[in-house]
């Protein structure tokens, strides 16, 4: 079975701050896939990052960047300098390959409970 | 536009009644899911569908319907059975591969009282 941990539930900073968000997760499969989403107050579940498990570089994107450590089954999120649009919550999910007789669209997402980020002016 | 519409977006229902929650996508896509959120629990898998007229449980299916007749659609049926429907509602979908990201609608909020 899969298990995504966001141990923290909600984290405070002020603007311009750096914050990272953590995510531990646990499989058994060699094979995987990662997944950051960020929720803001409208709902809609946005995609920010896809990383694969043979796939262990960082990565950087603006004031994103994702630290995956497969070490320590890890794959962390940090916000540099962060301003008040980046408040939402934001969730990291973990899937892997569907069972031998299920098709490819079986594929299934287990999410971590999401870690609330409020960014104060 | 290209997207997932969900709608309504805010619903209200009796105890007891069954209430249908409406999921179109215009992305062409092949895999559609539906997803409950509960304060501070995170997304949790109702049922998904990869192709028309076929669909699976997820992991809480219990007290839930849905029905794939068209590749656009995919409408979830809270019953009378489910114990505490009150939740978000988020509708995904993907083109079915391991490495596509999901999709997401804007969610319908239910409220039953």
């Known amino acids: 079975a899969q298990k995504v941990t966001q141990a923290q539930t909600e984290i405070s900073v002020v603007e311009k701050e750096d914050v990272t968000l953590d995510c531990v997760y646990e499989?058994?499969?060699?094979?995987?896939?990662l997944f950051w989403y960020k929720q803001p107050p409208s709902g809609e579940l946005v995609f920010l990052i896809r990383?694969?498990?043979?796939?262990?570089q960082n990565e950087i994107s603006g004031r994103y960047s994702w630290n995956f450590q497969k070490s320590t089954s890890s794959f962390n999120f940090t916000i540099t300098a962060s301003q008040v649009v980046d408040s939402a919550v934001y969730f990291c999910?973990?899937?892997?390959?569907?069972?031998?007789?299920?098709?490819?669209?079986?594929?299934?997402?287990?999410f971590g409970k999401g870690t609330k980020l409020s960014v104060i002016p | 536009d290209g997207g997932i519409t969900q709608s309504p977006k805010y619903l209200f229902r009796k105890e007891g009644q069954n209430v249908t929650l409406s999921c179109e996508q215009n992305?062409?896509?092949?895999?559609m899911y539906w997803y409950r959120q509960d304060p501070g629990q995170g997304l949790r898998l109702i049922y998904y569908?990869?192709?028309?007229?076929?669909?699976q449980k997820g992991d809480i299916a219990e007290g839930y319907s849905v029905s794939r007749e068209k590749k656009e659609s995919f409408p979830l049926t809270v019953t009378s059975a489910q114990k505490n429907p009150t939740a978000f509602y988020l509708c995904a979908t993907t083109w079915g591969q391991n490495n596509s990201p999901l999709h997401f609608g804007n969610g319908t909020r239910l409220t039953v009282t």
């Open positions: 990383r694969n498990s043979f796939d262990e």
């Open positions: 569908s990869q192709i028309v007229n076929d669909f």
């Open positions: 499989t058994r499969d060699t094979t995987y896939y």
């Open positions: 999910a973990l899937s892997v390959p569907p069972g031998l007789y299920s098709g490819a669209g079986s594929y299934q997402l287990t």
């Open positions: 992305l062409n896509h092949d895999a």
